[in-house]
């Protein structure tokens, strides 16, 4: 057959109901044939074409069809993938002397934090499970009482991983409040015997007290400041008396020391605003803005000391290696960073968070507790405009008021050499708060806000005097101008800078 010169594409085959060939042209024409039959094979040819035209129309519907179904499907799925908002488990300890009010306290944080549309899990204390059957402690001998002990802590630890466990698997945010933790019963046994079950066991501080729990809140014994309000009548197991009282309260307290997050709530207020205290302690460590709710009482304070005592002089104390490493941030106002916080080689991994509210006035801190995994794979995001802090952090506790003394340690730059830094936390003024610190510490000065011992100043590498990360008094500090301070007097105004530091 001739070609001409409008036919633009070779003819296309295209499979009939017999299982032959025919051919349809799409875009082409031929030439008349000469056959006398051309008029039949025309009319074939058309009827063919309209068919495989049809063909093709339902073929184009189909995958129209097949390719709306795909695109709806992978909708679906983007939807179902879309990240989930990042569930918090927060474990607390409430502990102290008899009579501090940790029933109450219990409930109070219940209530609260329900409100607030959290799960809250209630573990029973351990203790008081095992002596309501009928075992009394005074009456145990020596080897008794420590196997009692080491069996209280094992059943303690199961019971506590069975409400984690479920805590971890909701879909709520979780507060899981501990009556007293595994560190309690060290208050009921000597030192010597205390690390000889540790070591039995394979068991060390640092997961046990730091790592296990995020918080501890130590609420003091009515017999101690809070006389008049101490009795035995409400409890079935408590029959200790005021001295007793006293002692245990104590006991109770030094067993935590050296926990990150410990705070001793005291009897300096009456007992409506040391709850309120409690629960905005929780707040404040969860990043909770709780705004007017709670009235706020405790304030983070800081002093320089001139040098370090020999350590005859101090009470029994927690020594702790502790580095700070600052990470590169995307946003200029937000401050994150990685605590690396350990005893004999055994660690704690803390990630903190801390940026100023939508408003920009008040500090919103988040802190995680990391893997090692996660924290080797968060230092690769150092910032190299800082240099690592290095410190021996020792924590101590004097008339229930709880301090952390930071001494600065090589390397470093050279403004930190020597510097050894005390911080508390306390919602004392005047005589009172004199009277509560340490008195064989030679305290230079107070140096709360100061920017000059920000540690995040302290670490920076560039010259205070040329550097535009330094936080300058400006916008760190109190006010250039102080309110009046009418009777009492209160605390100046603060604002606080992004990077002000809270102890960490």
């Known amino acids: 057959m001739a070609t001409t010169a409008d036919q633009l594409m070779a003819p296309a085959l ?19 044939s000469t056959n006398s039959n051309s008029d039949s094979n025309q009319n074939s040819t058309k009827k063919k074409k309209t068919a495989a035209v049809q063909h093709q129309h339902q073929v184009d519907n189909k995958r129209a069809t097949l390719a709306k179904s795909d695109a709806m499907n992978a909708s679906l799925k983007l939807k179902s993938s879309e990240p989930i ?31 607030l549309g959290w799960k809250v899990f209630r573990v029973p204390e351990t203790a008081t499970v095992l002596l309501s059957g009928g075992v009394k402690f005074s009456d145990l001998t020596e080897d008794e009482a420590y196997k009692f002990q080491e069996n209280l802590i094992r059943t303690m630890v199961q019971i506590e991983n069975t409400y984690f466990e479920l805590g971890n698997s909701n879909t709520r945010n979780v507060l899981i409040i501990c009556d007293r933790g595994v560190m309690d019963a060290s208050a009921y046994i000597s030192k010597d015997k205390w690390e000889k079950m540790m070591a039995a ?12 729990y995020n918080q501890i809140l130590h609420l003091v014994s009515a017999a101690n400041g809070a006389e008049d309000f101490y009795s035995t009548e409400d409890h079935a197991c408590r029959s200790e008396g005021v001295e007793l009282a006293r002692e245990l309260d104590y006991k109770s307290a030094a067993a935590w020391v050296g926990h990150p997050y410990f705070d001793v709530i005291d009897n300096s207020t009456d007992f409506e605003t040391k709850m309120n205290r ?8 969860l990043g909770i803005d709780i705004g007017d709710r709670l009235q ?49 080689n055994h660690w704690s991994y803390i990630y903190t968070q801390r940026r100023p509210n939508i408003h920009g006035q008040n500090r919103i801190e988040v802190k995680t507790q990391l893997t090692h995994r996660d924290y080797i794979n968060l230092l690769a995001q150092c910032d190299d405009a800082h240099y690592t802090i290095y410190k021996t952090r ?21 403004r930190c050499k020597g510097l050894v830094l005390l911080e508390t936390y306390s919602s004392l003024t005047g005589d009172a708060l004199k ?40 916008s760190h500090g109190k006010q250039k101008q102080p ?22």
Not at 201 to 212: C, H, L, T
Not at 278 to 285: A, N, P, Y
């Open 296 to 344: 706020a009482t405790s304030r983070k304070l800081k002093y320089l000391v001139d040098s370090l005592p020999p350590e005859s002089e101090f009470p029994p104390f927690q020594d702790f290696d502790v580095e700070h490493h600052y990470l590169q941030s995307t946003f200029p106002k937000v401050q994150a960073r990685l605590r690396k916080r350990g005893q004999k």
């Open 435 to 474: 009277n509560c610190m340490p008195k064989f510490l030679n305290i230079v000065k107070e140096v709360t806000g100061d920017p000059d011992y920000s540690m995040f100043n302290l670490s920076l590498k560039e010259d205070w005097s040329t550097s535009e990360k330094y936080c300058r008094p400006t």
């Open 201 to 212: 066991n394979k068991w060390n501080p640092v997961e046990m007290r730091d790592n296990r």
């Open 394 to 414: 020792r924590c101590f506790l004097i008339n229930n008021q709880y301090f952390q003394l930071d001494i600065y340690k090589e390397p470093g730059h050279p």
């Open 14 to 32: 295209v499979p009939t109901s017999n299982g032959q060939q025919s051919v349809l042209i799409v875009g082409t024409k031929m030439q008349p």
């Open 278 to 285: 409690m629960i905005e302690s929780v707040c404040q460590k």
């Open 85 to 115: 908002k990042e569930v918090r488990v927060y474990k607390i300890v409430l502990t102290g002397g008899p009579c501090g009010g940790k029933t109450t306290g219990q409930s109070r944080l219940c209530t609260f934090f329900e409100n």
């Open 483 to 504: 309110l009046p301070p009418p009777p009492p007097p209160p605390q100046p105004e603060r604002h606080y800078h992004p990077y002000d530091e809270n102890s960490d």
